[in-house]
Nanobody, 123 residues
């Protein structure tokens, strides 16, 4: 059974940094694009960043967030710098059931999801 477990969320002041981690079990995703999404209260879940053959970012986080992966340990990380109040959300790690290292930025392209980790940025 595939499980994705996020960690690293918390409360931080605006301008601060956090590093999220996503650990997978039950399957290896080293050859697949994986992603981070987030959902703020009362809003739809939205794409944040993905990593496959290259990296992809939402415009709102470009230049501030960095996605990376270490296939030997936790599959992916999200380094979040210069955090803003609007970054407050539950952050989810996502992996596809099949695929490759191509561009995958839409929610429906992912099958496996973690339980989410809360990121709260105080003004």
């Amino acid at each position: 059974q595939v499980q994705l477990v996020e960690s690293g969320g918390g409360l931080v002041q605006a301008g601060g940094s956090l590093r999220l981690s996503c650990k997978a079990s039950g399957r290896t995703f080293s050859s697949y694009t994986m992603a981070w999404f987030r959902q703020a209260p009362g809003q739809e879940r939205e794409f944040v960043a993905a990593i496959g053959g290259t990296t992809y970012y939402a415009d709102s986080v470009k230049g501030r967030f960095t996605i990376s992966r270490d296939n030997a340990k936790n599959p992916i990380y999200l380094q979040m710098n210069s955090l803003k109040f609007d970054d407050t959300a539950v952050y989810y790690c996502a992996a596809p059931k099949r695929g490759d290292l191509g561009s995958r930025v839409r929610e429906w392209e992912y099958t496996y999801w973690g339980q989410g980790t809360q990121v709260t940025v105080s003004p």
